[in-house]
């Protein structure tokens, strides 16, 4: 049985080896048909079919047919308009021009080249990893295929995607020449980013750059007797005006207090002639005062001490606070127009309900939380703190208190809870979080008998004394020691001081003896100065947001932008004070120009 069973396998295997060898040889010898005919003309537009039944066309454009297509979209449309729109104001301030040559380094599809090509440059040059012809050619950022001083500008608008900073920043410097000008674009960051990001740039970091701050113009308006029949007097704390300049930087609004009553001044702001008389003096050119009004508000009941404007970012509305010789605090909410927001206004009297004798009381807001408020009340010797209409606490100083002062960037996030105080020839430091010794965490002592009446801090901490000494000292607050000390600068008395908001190596002095003037306190030397006829009444210095700053973070829209200069000059961005004198308004603009030696 066996044996019939192993015969019978022996045949289907012999069988099943014949039909395959068959099959084999028949697929062998049979000749493949397609779908496309033998015949049929090679078209290069045609892909590789999938299959052998795979006829359909492949989608293969031509590169001019492909950035036509790339060029028409409304993303790239878009894209370059915003390019186009940034190029025209680096055009507009003397950085770039026409026979410029200029390097797109990281330049992607080209954008940034199609812009600045429309735009009428002829020599534009755009490298990437990956070229995207014909307006980016292949190269490695980090390693330029380019002579040392080829180009006059050198712009990048991913710094930020950069593997190596430091070395992305080199070969840009390298590329561009002596006078030329290397232009980043990042995300919105704070100044330290800032300062991290211009110290990769080594050759603008060795330069010796000499800095000045220069008048560009000096601006007298006067004051209609219409308005203020009687003003008041000259003061030696000059704390009684307040300034709000208008976005686009052609007019200002200043709110003048005058007896019990706040007076806003509409003036028009137009660039002027700077003239000057003897010893430099700035002569002033007539302005004209455009609208004239009195504020509609609750009225003091005695005369108005201090007058503080003050900014709320984040809406866009202003704080105005006034604060009488009893220390009655009045602030209104208002809009960019100076009209009362929702009628908020808010009264607050004094913990003493303004029993006692009056004298001068200042006023200052906090940088950062606008609600909250400083009275000081020198007759008192006390400093009232303020959140909104809430009481919060009460300093008691040692001495008179002359001046006061939210200190700005401490480095520890403490700008709403620590003042400066000048009282009598102390300066004293106040946390409001401090129970102990009442709240003073330590006192500064001058010359005995002369008197501070002006104290203001700077952007990056530093803290500035002033008074009867003639004599600048400006103090660390990390340590607690003065770093600099600009002796007899005034003529008499100092009674204002406030630090440049454009480079905190200068200053505004304001003195009795009428004259106001810009110095630089490291090198105790003084760049311009005014002189009035009379006692100063107010004092006042603000920003205007419209101008480009040279290595100064300028937000624009979702992108803020850093110049990086090598070697060239270039005038950046307005700055504007106004004083006030016995019913006459000046009103004095600087701008700051940089000046860097070649090598």
Partial sequence: MER?????????????????????????????????????PIKPHLRFPKSTCDSSPRHYLPLPKKNARLWSSKTWINQVSSFTQFFTQ??????????SKVLCVSAGAGHEVMALSKMGIEDVTGVELIESLPLVSRADPLNLPFFDGSFDIAFSGHFAEALYPSRYAEE????????????????????EEVKEIVRLFKRHRDRNMGSSLEAKSLTKAVVPSTL????????L?????ALHVNKDGSSCWVYVASGCNIYKLQILLEDSWLSKGKEGLLIPEQAEVIDCMLVKRCPHRSEIQSVVLAEIESTGYLVLGSVDAYGHLIVSKLDASGKDVDRITYSVLPQDSGVGEGSWSGLCFSPIQWSMAAVARSFCKSVDVYDQDIHLRTLRTLWYPSS???IQNLGQGSETSTLAITEGCQLSIWDLRMKENGGCVHRICGSIGDIFYAVCSSSTGNIAVGGADRTVTIYDPRRWAAISRWVHCSKYEITGLAFSSLDSN???????????????????????????????????????PCCYVLFILSKLTKLSFVFG?????????????????DGVIRVASSWLTLWLNEI
């Fill in 404 to 406: 006061l002062n939210f």
């Fill in 565 to 581: 200069l090598c070697d060239i000059g270039l005038n950046g961005s307005v700055r504007t004070g106004i004083y006030l004198a």
């Fill in 172 to 191: 840009m410097e390298r590329t561009v020449r002596k006078g030329g000008v290397c232009v980043v674009v990042v995300d919105a960051c704070g100044n």
């Fill in 237 to 241: 704390q000059s704390t009684r005006l």
């Fill in 90 to 99: 680096l055009y507009h301030i003397g950085i770039l021009m026409n026979h």
């Fill in 4 to 40: 019939h069973i192993q015969r019978f396998l022996n045949k289907v295997s012999f069988v099943s080896f014949t039909i395959a060898t068959l099959i084999l040889v028949f697929l062998f010898l049979q000749t493949p048909e397609t779908c496309i005919p033998p015949n049929a």
């Fill in 228 to 235: 203020i029949e009687n003003p008041s007097p000259g003061n």
């Fill in 506 to 544: 200068y200053i505004y002095v304001q003195g009795v003896d009428y004259e106001v003037f810009c110095g630089q306190w490291q090198e105790s030397s003084k760049v311009f100065s005014f002189r009035g006829d009379s006692n100063w009444l107010g004092f006042s210095k603000i920003a205007i």
